[in-house]
């Protein structure tokens, strides 16, 4: 059974760091490409970035660029994601997501069950 | 950007109805689009991608149709898990671009 489990979110004030971790179970992770996405409170959703397998090809969108980190380890099954100079529109549920073919910008067919990141002072 | 226009936001319906949300992208993305459902509190499901390809699982009450830059998603006969909020993605090109949403509600 293919299990994503997201952890590390929090509050955090702004201008601060955090690092969300995703542990991953099930499938063959070192061969699958794996993103995040977030959801705003009461809001729709926003790709946040994905990662190839092997982790040479990184994608952001632009409201992150430059501030976030998009990683993985696929030793430890895991993806990650440095969070650095947060803003207040930052504030969302992140969800983990494994897509669903080998093209990097394929649709996701797994998802987290999410982890809260609020940034407020 | 592409972006990405669904319509309704939202649509009151009965159990049993037919369900019709559209998707519309800002420039042709051939067949590289998938729907998804959320519920409350829930990650989103895949539902349809390629357009109108039916994921593993899904009742085959839903289907997805269209190309280029204007997509429908079908819900053929309403049930009352069906009831949550719908979103149209685009797949054709990094950034990956989501529909603003439909929430479908019990009339």
């Known amino acids: 059974e293919v299990q994503l489990l997201d952890s590390g979110g929090g509050l955090e004030q702004p201008g601060g760091s955090l690092r969300l971790s995703c542990a991953a179970s099930?499938?063959?992770?070192?061969?699958?490409?794996m993103s995040w996405v977030r959801q705003a409170p009461g809001k729709g959703l926003e790709w946040v970035s994905t990662?190839?397998?092997?982790?040479?090809?990184?994608y952001y969108a632009d409201s992150v660029k430059g501030r976030f980190t998009i990683s993985r380890d696929n030793s430890k099954s895991t993806l990650y994601l440095q969070m650095n100079s947060l803003r207040a529109e930052d504030t969302a549920v992140y969800y983990c997501?494994?897509?669903?073919?080998?093209?990097?910008?394929?649709?996701?067919?797994?998802w987290g069950q999410g982890t809260l990141v609020t940034v407020s002072s | 950007d592409i972006q990405m226009t669904q319509s309704p936001s939202s649509v009151s319906a009965s159990v049993g109805d037919r369900v019709t949300i559209t998707c519309r992208a800002s420039?042709?993305?051939?067949?590289?689009l998938a729907w998804y459902q959320q519920k409350p509190g829930k990650a989103p499901k895949l539902l349809i991608y390629a357009a109108s390809s039916l994921q593993t699982g899904v009742p085959s009450r839903f289907s997805g149709s269209g190309s280029g830059t204007d997509f429908t998603l079908t819900i053929r006969s309403l049930q009352p898990e069906d009831f949550a909020s719908y979103y149209c993605q685009q797949t054709n090109i990094f950034p990956l671009t989501f529909g603003g949403g439909t929430k479908v509600e019990i009339k």
């Open positions: 420039q042709g993305i051939r067949s590289w």
């Open positions: 099930g499938f063959t992770f070192s061969t699958s490409i």
């Open positions: 997501a494994k897509s669903l073919s080998y093209y990097d910008s394929s649709p996701f067919d797994y």
């Open positions: 990662i190839s397998d092997s982790g040479s090809g990184t």
